[in-house]
């Protein structure tokens, strides 16, 4: 408890709506649930949510220097156990803290960041990937999932004002382009490139590592079709190596 009552900074209220489109979900208040931070509520996740978030904390309090961030949903959050190896190749050498949690959607993470998950450090540079819960969970809007983002993205411009941020298309999913969840994540990732101000903002989309040429999304890549199978985060690595030594340096 203590770890979630200290100091935690309140970002600036989101002023800027640049996407203009009809909120599809929204509190009583009418704000997008996108974009109103929120505990995570799924009944599998109660369990071990905010355990998790409180280890973290205490995790990088006890790194003490952490050059380098990921945050997201469950994808990050393999980093911790089936693809452990992997984070052990690349990013444990670089400082790294693996902030990815399963099932969040933007308006969990905001939560998240409002209650310390990046309080009192300054990476150099945060790996963005998030809004593909929002897609599945409830069918959010691309605009309103692209607003939860904004609202992600300007929570940290105040929090980590030196850190850099690698924005990352929402990897693709279902069968081929015409599953309806794929259409709302490439609708998102069309918004939310833009983004990308070539200063503390880089958008980076890799999303054609996992399709062969008529975009058609194999079994053997991701078995679900949602989440890559741990043989395939090598090759999410190597993709966003050379962006993140650019980046870092």
Known sequence: KKALSANAIKAKPIKAKPIKAKTTKANSSGTPLSISPYVQTATWAKPWWLSRHNEKIALKNKMGQVDLVFLGDSITHAFDN?????????????????????????ENVLWRLQHDAVAGINP????????????????????????????????LAVRLPKTKVLLLAIFPRGVDANDPLRVIN?????LIKHYDDGKQVHYLNINDIFLDEQGVLKKSVMTDLLHPNANQYDKWADAMAPFIKQLME
Do not use: C
Request: positive net charge; proline residues 2%; glycine residues 10%.
């Open 186 to 190: 490439d609708k998102t990732n069309n």
């Open 82 to 106: 089936k693809a452990q190896a992997t984070w052990q190749k690349y990013y444990a050498q670089r400082k790294a803290l693996n902030l990815g949690f399963g099932g969040d959607r933007t």
């Open 124 to 155: 150099k540079l945060l790996v963005l990937m998030i809004g593909t819960n929002n897609t599945g969970h409830r069918k959010d809007s691309p605009e309103d999932i692209a607003l939860g983002i904004k609202a992600i993205i300007d929570d």
